[in-house]
């Protein structure tokens, strides 16, 4: 299973793009890259999950280069209800994604 | 919507009680974990179950137990509870076609 590497804490400010990059240099081929989203005193919800190269949707953007070693998050113009704790989580959709590995994420916490 | 729910938000017992704690899903979903999150450890999966009455431990089974005998309950059980089982315990859920975890909002549990 490819292990994860986030920055454990990002600070921001309220209307600002905010960036979250995460490492996966063991990723396997078919592997997909999918990130979550935990607020204080709730379980962790799904926000967005790509492959390769970009995926939008109404929440944030993934970019994922070609060689799919890393994945970045995007958050545009952030407001202080995005502060939070965001998982990046890589696995493929068999038997083995049981077993995600969430650690211990990267916490944002976004000023005013 | 679909959900997780979780018996209790809160919850007391005593060093030696053994203690039960019950996740119910309504989305008809095969996979169900149950997961312990700590301050700096992130999420740790302790167990996960695949279909009725199947499980797996995941990395930190020491301790549980659990079961599942219909498909949208799964129980965690504290054979006897100990004061470094203090934590909260999230449960999850999961169709086996996608990646997407839902989650219940925890259970704060307090050993004393």
Known sequence: LAKTTQPISMDSYEGQEVNITCSHNNIATNDYITWYQQFPSQGPRFIIQGYKTKVTNEVASLFIPADRKSSTLSLPRVSLSDTAVYYCLVGDMGYNFNKFYFGSGTKLNVKP | ?112
């Open chain 2, 1 to 112: 919507d679909v959900k997780v729910t979780q018996s209790s938000r809160y919850l007391v017992k005593r060093t030696g009680e053994k203690v039960f704690l019950e996740c119910v899903q309504d989305m008809d979903h095969e996979n169900m974990f149950w997961y312990r999150q700590d301050p700096g450890l992130g999420l740790r999966l302790i167990y996960f179950s695949y279909d009725v009455k199947m499980k797996e431990k995941g990395d930190i089974p020491e301790g549980y137990s659990v079961s599942r005998e219909k498909k949208e309950r799964f129980s965690l059980i504290l054979e006897s509870a100990s004061t470094n089982q203090t934590s909260m315990y999230l449960c999850a859920s999961r169709t086996g076609t996608n990646y997407g975890y839902t989650f219940g909002s925890g259970t704060r549990l307090t050993v004393v």
